[in-house]
């Protein structure tokens, strides 16, 4: 009987033992989490309009793993950029380079941004003194003040 | 009325850059390598894979890097045009079988012709990145120098073949 | 027979657009009241045609009639029924037939709801309608015939896009395009008032409830866009600033302005000139959208197939629309100054601030849209603008935005005092600035971004919440605020809902990439998931790999969740379908990737994730929706104008 128990008991450990944790995709998740980092925000070439990172394409495939080789190889992660941009030119970056060409796209919004505010506080300031209501004279203020006065006006 | 014509001169010139717009692809992407050195590559060639083809034997000559694999049904488009075009014995015309199985490549050659001196493997699609290539077929001409002078995305046609590889070839094999 | 029939509607509903359009506008200009009179009926003879034209082609759909071009290219015999008839939309040409559906819908709801408002001012705005959809039919008529035959009948179709075939396919184009499209009404109001000469408040009034109520079907339409591609993307992004998704999103920033500058016109008879210009670009950027979706100039995951005559034609139309209004608007744009006075601080200013900030907002994504456009088209070669520029851009221009929100609803009309409101404000202010930074160390470690989206999340809340409660102590009689009192307050707390959504997500959310086979474990974010078995099951036009995920925390067993593999028939890419647990606090994610081979037997590469409060963020959108609706309901907008009033308005032609 204990033979049988110990069988028993053996097989279970056994078993349970086959059931374990799951294994990280990732051969090397310091390296898998820096390359998905710098490949979000690359663009896939063949999608179409996807990141490096999420594609399930081929090339994109082919591309993280230079991008995994890279960074073993300790290059710092402009210099992965550049890597790729050297390859398939300023397409390949999400984030445009901040570059004199790309300076309307970087400043535009700000310089409109304070544009508009330098606008708004001139039409502000018009608007009071457009706006300021001439004084009255004085025959005009006695009449006023007379209607003010009228106690048939409460009603 | 002067400042309130500016929404509609804003509107004007977005109007014509979209026109523009309509006559580009936006799917093209233009090759940053022209003008640049090609990169120097060693690979196995196909047919003998215990030889391997260095790039470098091709300095002092103008030729054709073309990728084509026998799983790329754009491939067979331009297949033909090049057989042709082998013929006349122009400029070497280097094959690279991109992200292949060697068996399946040299299949493929025998089914529908091999315009190519030779074809090396670019087994994991290595030296394919290194030319920036993102889609097959594409085709690189290569000058005497050993540098990238144009591309062609896609396949080759017979107008891309007569009105812009050709001429240049001449061009450049005259220097 | 029947798709000949739809086609000859719409042949039929062209005449009648055409001439509705024409007669009502010049009747409106010249005062013909004959001429007038046949703009509502014109408005719904012109739905009628167009609704049998769409019951034609759902009909062609829902028998299978393949001889139809369109049906094959969209549909198949095992498609399931629900999306037989959602497929009517899933392409180019039906899609612009539900465009031109919503279009005369809009129109029929405008004839059916303006008995307050002045014939002359409504036969101008269905005229203008009947003139875009003039545009429209002769689009689809010329260049996008749904009704095209085949002269080789196949015996299948091809199948509608896997992607499509869900439940978000039946009600996320409609939805979006009832915003899209109904922007059109502010617009035509806008056009109508251009043409009348007279730009004033009560022409505010009139306009506000359409344009919220467009904004709402915006707010919806793109909520469920974004929760769709959510869940059936299999990784659990929710906005990808692609430029389809950025041309519904541009209206919305747009329409968002206009309905608070038609608040300050509204009331103080201000800014006319601006409200006008917001109206006329929220449905040009709508027309834009269109145009960026359909004429392929710009690469995106939802754009139609694309043919470059399509694109002549919408850039043509764009031109003389939006050219045709914006030169209107040079021509007839009040020269008058407005009379009324108001402060630096006041709600005016406020409320020109968050315009200014909407607006530059919007050009913010407009830009960085079209920049990969202009570089190519000056010759500068190929760039792409991706979502790190615009997440850089667009969160600093909103944040003050948010900030300022709570102040402008605080302050008063006219006038207000910085000592007036900071006495109010700073105890709230304290009180967010301590609970938001103090939250974040319940759900994890500390971040400073998090803590800014939870302030300001918290600032929003308390702000309205301090106002309501106000409200209802001070007033004696609350009950008779008015409804839209209490829509504006819903509306920002529906941001401040959302915000949250967003902060928490991309702050705390975690996820596991991992090889799992039968039996193996992995936890995230508290949780544990538990593969125990994966096993084939037909479906009716596919065939799917479904995995049973038992799924734990602190070792009790909550349900079995249930992702797919899916391999469609007539598709050769696998279609992910996730299995997602939902809750008030957070979603829990489980997406099958491919089969793995080697090793110790078969194995699935599973992707889990556990992410906080991302429902909030479609709850903070349903939130502004009905917020919206209780603005848009209130009894001033369908009070019936005084006699006399009618009398004197009426005859300003």
């Known amino acids: 009987m204990k033979l049988w128990l110990t069988l028993f008991l053996a097989l279970q450990f056994a078993f349970s033992a086959y059931a374990a944790e799951a294994v990280p995709l990732a051969e090397d998740p310091v390296v898998e989490q820096r390359m998905l980092i710098i490949t979000e925000e690359l663009r896939c070439l063949v999608c179409q309009n996807e990141s490096l990172a999420a594609s399930r394409a081929d090339l994109a495939q082919d591309l993280r793993r230079e991008v995994r080789g890279l960074i073993k190889a300790n290059k710092t992660n402009q210099e992965i950029r550049d890597y790729l941009v050297a390859r398939y030119g300023d397409f390949v970056l999400y984030r445009p380079a901040f570059k004199p060409m790309n300076y309307l796209l970087w400043f535009g919004p700000f310089l409109l941004l304070l544009g508009a505010l330098v606008v708004l506080v001139r039409l502000v300031r018009r608007n009071q003194r457009n706006a300021a209501p001439t004084p009255l004279d004085p025959a005009q203020r006695a009449k006023a003040q007379s209607l003010l006065k009228d106690p048939g006006l409460h009603s | 009325m002067k400042k309130a014509l500016i929404p509609l001169g804003i509107f004007i010139v977005l109007v014509v850059f979209l026109a523009i717009g309509l006559t580009r692809d936006p799917h093209e992407i233009p090759s940053p390598l022209i003008g640049k050195a090609a990169p120097l590559f060693s690979a196995p060639i196909l047919q003998t894979p215990g030889q391997a083809f260095n790039s470098k034997d091709m300095l002092g000559k103008v030729w054709l890097l073309n990728t084509w694999a026998s799983w790329c049904v754009a491939c067979r488009q331009e297949h033909p045009i090049l057989v042709e075009f082998a013929k006349t014995k122009s400029l070497p015309v280097i094959g690279l079988d991109y992200k292949d199985k060697d068996a399946e490549g040299l299949k493929w050659l025998d089914h529908l012709g091999n315009p190519y001196d030779l074809s090396v493997a670019d087994r994991d699609g290595r030296i394919g990145i290194d030319f920036g290539v993102y889609g097959v077929p594409e085709s690189f001409l290569i000058d005497k120098a050993g540098v990238i002078r144009y591309k062609q995305i896609g396949p080759i046609t017979e107008e891309a073949l007569r009105d812009k590889i050709l001429p240049l070839v001449r061009e450049l094999q005259k220097s | ?653």
């Open chain 3, 1 to 653: 027979m029947i798709p000949e029939l739809g086609h000859f509607s719409l042949i039929l509903a062209l005449f009648v657009a055409f001439a509705m359009g024409t007669l009502s506008v010049v009747g409106g200009q010249q005062g013909r009241a004959d001429w007038m009179a046949l703009a509502r009926p014109g408005a719904q003879a012109l739905w009628l045609l167009t609704a049998i034209s769409f019951a034609c082609l759902a009909y062609a759909f829902m028998t299978n009639d393949f001889s139809v071009l369109y049906v094959t290219q969209h549909s198949n015999s095992k498609l399931p029924d629900i999306y037989r008839f959602a497929a009517v939309w899933g392409g180019h040409e039906g899609s612009l037939l539900l465009w031109l559906l919503m279009l005369c819908s809009w129109m029929m709801a405008v004839s059916l709801f303006s008995r307050q408002l002045p014939d002359v001012m409504v036969s101008r705005v269905l005229g203008v309608l009947g003139l875009v959809a003039v545009g429209f039919l002769l689009f689809m008529l010329i260049t996008s015939n749904p009704f095209a035959r085949l002269a080789d009948i196949p015996a299948n179709g091809q199948d509608l896009n896997p992607m499509l075939q869900d439940p978000g396919l039946v009600f996320h184009p409609p939805m979006l395009y009832m915003g899209y499209v109904g922007m059109a009404v502010p617009f035509a109001f806008a056009i109508a008032a251009l043409l009348n000469g007279r730009l004033d408040a009560a022409w505010a009034r009139w306009s506000r409830p359409w344009a919220t109520a467009a904004w709402i079907c915006l707010t919806i339409g793109i909520g469920m866009g974004s929760e769709w591609a959510y869940y059936v993307l299999g990784w659990g992004g929710w906005w990808f600033w692609d430029p389809v998704e950025n041309a519904s999103f541009l209206p919305w920033l747009v329409g968002t302005a206009l309905i608070h500058s038609l608040a300050v016109t509204e009331k103080r008879g201000l800014f006319r000139n601006w409200t006008i210009m917001l109206a006329i670009i929220a449905f040009s950027l709508s027309l834009l959208g269109t145009f960026l979706v359909r004429s392929g100039v710009l690469t995106s995951v939802h754009a139609f197939a694309t043919d470059p005559k399509r694109g002549v034609f919408i850039l043509l139309f764009l031109a003389v629309v939006v050219g045709g209004s914006l030169t209107l608007f040079a021509l007839r744009a009040s020269k008058v100054q407005s009379g009324g006075k108001f402060t630096l601080v006041s709600r005016e200013t406020l409320l020109l601030v968050n315009n200014v900030l909407l607006t530059t907002a919007a050009a913010a994504v407009l830009l960085g849209t079209l920049y990969p456009l202009i570089i190519d088209a000056l010759n500068l070669g190929k760039l792409s603008v991706g979502p790190p520029y615009f997440e850089a851009v667009f969160v600093p221009i909103m944040v003050p935005a948010l900030l300022l929100m709570v102040i402008g609803s605080w302050a008063r009309w006219k006038t207000d005092s910085v000592a007036e409101l900071s006495k109010n404000l700073t105890p709230v202010a304290i009180v967010s600035v301590l609970l938001g930074c103090a939250a974040p160390l319940l759900a994890g470690p500390w971040s400073a971004l998090v803590a800014l989206g939870l302030t300001l999340a918290f600032w929003i809340i308390l702000g309205s919440a301090v106002q309501i409660y106000r409200q209802i102590k001070n007033s004696a009689n609350w009950n008779s605020t008015p409804i839209s009192i209490w829509g504006m307050h819903v509306a920002h707390i529906g941001i401040a809902v959302f915000v949250i959504g967003i902060t928490m997500v991309k702050g705390y959310e975690t996820e596991k990439d991992v090889r799992m086979a039968v039996g193996d474990t992995v936890s995230v974010g508290g949780y544990t998931f538990r593969m125990t078995g994966i096993r084939t099951e037909p479906g009716p036009n596919y065939s799917a790999e479904v995995g049973d995920v038992e799924l734990s925390k602190d070792g009790k067993l909550l349900r079995v969740m249930h992702p797919e593999k899916r391999a469609y028939f007539s598709s050769s890419m696998p279609m992910t379908q996730a299995a997602i647990d939902t809750t008030l606090t957070r979603d829990v994610y489980v997406s099958l990737g491919e089969r793995l081979e080697g090793g110790d037997g078969t194995a699935w590469a599973v992707r889990v994730y556990h992410k906080p409060f991302v429902t909030w963020i479609w709850a903070g959108c349903l939130f502004m929706a009905l917020g919206g609706a209780m603005a848009a309901l209130d009894k001033r907008y369908r009070r019936k104008v005084a006699a006399s009033a009618v009398k004197i308005t009426g005859l300003a032609a």
